[in-house]
């Protein structure tokens, strides 16, 4: 069974940072596109980042850009995200995601994880 | 960006009901749309992708149609296990977006 676990998240002051983890099994991490969204608190569901299969290209929000980076390590089936600049505003549950398919363009999601709860606080 | 626009916010409904959530896109996004049900405190569940094609294991009471702008997720024979909130996505362009959300409450 494709599964999807991230860790990482916890509480920081504004300006902090912050390394989100997502470990995949049960299916060929490599060969697919992933991606970060989050959800603020009694809020939607709002994409963050992906990042394509080969770890070659990535693209954010305008709300991220320039503070967050995605990476990969398809030898480790791990997905990551660095928080930088971290703001109030960007409090959330995050959610690792599997992209349906490996082409790199925007794509559903078919595997979510549980979320890592990341609270921006002083 | 392309702006997703779902309605009703909420809808209250009956077992055996058929409820209807739409979701609008402010351009055309082709037939690039997906749609997620989430319980409380629970991740989203992926239910269609590309506007009509069902996830694997999905009941077949959960129907998605439509192309272009307008598209529609139809849920026939309401069970009291589809109390949840709907989000619609499209996939047609980078940033990636979704809809606000459907609640969907069983009377």
């Known amino acids: 069974e494709a599964q999807l676990l991230e860790s990482g998240g916890g509480l920081v002051q504004p300006g902090g940072s912050l390394r989100l983890s997502c470990s995949a099994s049960g299916f060929n991490f490599k060969n697919y596109a992933m991606n970060w969204v989050r959800q603020a608190p009694g809020r939607g569901l709002e994409w963050v980042a992906t990042i394509s299969d080969d770890g070659g290209r990535t693209t954010f929000a305008d709300a991220v850009k320039g503070r967050f980076v995605i990476s990969r390590d398809n030898s480790k089936d791990s997905l990551y995200l660095q928080l930088n600049s971290l703001r109030p505003e960007d409090t959330a549950l995050y959610y690792c995601?599997?992209?349906?398919?490996?082409?790199?363009?925007?794509?559903?999601?078919?595997?979510w994880g549980q979320g890592t709860r990341v609270t921006v606080s002083s | 960006e392309i702006h997703m626009t779902q309605s009703p916010s909420f809808v209250s409904a009956s077992v055996g009901d058929t409820v209807t959530i739409t979701c609008r896109a402010s351009q055309d996004i082709r037939n690039w749309l997906a749609w997620y049900q989430q319980k409380p405190e629970k991740a989203p569940k992926p239910l269609i992708y590309?506007?009509?094609s069902s996830e694997s294991g999905v009941p077949s009471r959960f129907s998605g149609s439509g192309s272009g702008t307008d598209f529609t997720l139809t849920i026939s024979f309401l069970q009291p296990e589809d109390s949840a909130t709907y989000f619609c996505?499209?996939?047609?362009?980078?940033?990636?977006?979704f809809g606000g959300g459907t609640k969907v409450e069983i009377k």
């Open positions: 996505q499209q996939a047609d362009s980078f940033p990636v977006t």
């Open positions: 995601t599997k992209s349906r398919s490996s082409s790199w363009s925007p794509d559903a999601s078919n595997i």
């Open positions: 590309t506007a009509a």
